[in-house]
């Protein structure tokens, strides 16, 4: 009888430990894993590729920059891309905030330095969102912030609603 119990006792143990690997793995292996890369990193190290592009001039860091946008959310080709930050002032630094993330997004707050036509510079404050890209599971930055807040067909369904009304020929009253 002593047998017996031990020999339950060392099935149930091991069933519990087959189902804690299982649930363990299951939370690994599934869609819901986060990328192992926090979003700030990933904002942090494309802002410092776009600098050291402005700092050393060529093409080189821009175009891995590019590499870490979500190409087709931002709807960018890699010429469209370098033509923008062509145009980004040569000493440009940004400063990264603390990410807030909402399942497969990521909000990150983000500052840097503009000069001012007056004389100076200014600080711009915006936020930089990213998505989860599920066929690598890392984060890749929303560049046109398509994702962020208003999305395209809304944006042009809510200006058709605002649209005046348009004027018709005939005078009121049908005269």
Request: net charge negative; glycine share 10%; charged share 20%.
């Amino acid at each position: 009888m002593a047998l017996g119990l031990k020999c339950k006792k060392w099935f149930c143990g091991g069933i519990l430990l087959a189902l804690a690997i299982a649930v363990t793995g299951c939370g690994r292996l599934g869609g819901s894993a986060t990328p192992d890369e926090e979003p700030e990193a990933v904002a942090k190290r494309f802002y410092e590729l776009i600098s050291t592009s402005k700092i050393e001039g060529g093409t080189t860091p821009a175009s891995e920059a590019y590499k870490m946008i979500d190409s087709k959310t931002s709807n960018l080709n890699v010429t469209q891309f370098l033509e923008i930050i062509k145009h980004y002032p040569p000493n440009f630094a940004v400063v990264v905030g603390k990410a807030e993330v909402k399942g497969t997004q990521a909000l990150v707050p983000i500052s840097f330095k503009m000069p001012s036509s007056f004389g100076g510079e200014y600080t711009v404050q915006e936020v930089l969102p990213l998505n989860i890209d599920p066929a690598t599971n890392t984060w890749k930055i929303d560049f046109t912030g398509d994702t962020y807040g208003m999305q395209k067909d809304e944006a042009i369904e809510a200006s058709q609603r605002e649209a005046p009304a348009q004027k018709s020929e005939a005078p009121p009253g049908g005269k």
